[in-house]
């Protein structure tokens, strides 16, 4: 019996970041789709479907919220970073991770909302 790949999107600005997440989610065995910016995240959305979602919380567009809804709406897992707390705190329904994080504490999360199912909390 084969497993179903996963389809992981990432939204993150930082290209060093977003090309280590890629490598080590790919070679976890994940399929991985990347964005830069809110705009291309919201067409990734229009097009495609993701089982989970990191979306890093400092874009050049402006804040995720409307990625983030969008992907409540679909209930899709999403985890947040950030390497600021208090932007993390904004979002105190949702999982997170502090930048640095560790790639093991990354793959831990991101297993256990997919595991989950994760709830999609309603939006205020």
Same mark, same amino acid.
């Given at each position: ?49 993701? !089982? ?6 400092? +874009? #050049? ?8 809804? @969008? *992907?409540? %709406? =679909? ?10 707390? !208090? ?6 329904? +949702? #999982? ?8 093991? @504490? *990354?793959? %831990? =999360? ?15």
């Amino acid at each position: 019996m084969t497993q179903q790949i996963r389809h992981i999107l990432v939204v993150e600005d930082e290209d060093m970041i977003a090309n280590l997440l890629l490598t080590v989610l790919e070679a976890s065995g994940f399929q991985v789709t990347t964005c830069a910016d809110t705009a291309s995240a919201m067409t990734q959305l229009a097009h495609g479907t993701f !089982d989970a979602t990191l979306v890093d919380l400092t +874009l #050049p567009d402006g804040p995720p919220d409307r990625v983030i809804d @969008a *992907l409540r %709406a =679909r209930n899709v897992p999403v985890i947040v970073i950030s390497g600021d707390p !208090d932007r993390l705190a904004r979002y105190p329904d +949702l #999982p997170a991770l502090s930048k640095p994080f560790r790639m093991k @504490a *990354l793959l %831990a =999360r991101l297993e256990a909302c997919l595991a989950e199912g994760m709830p999609t909390p309603s939006i205020p």
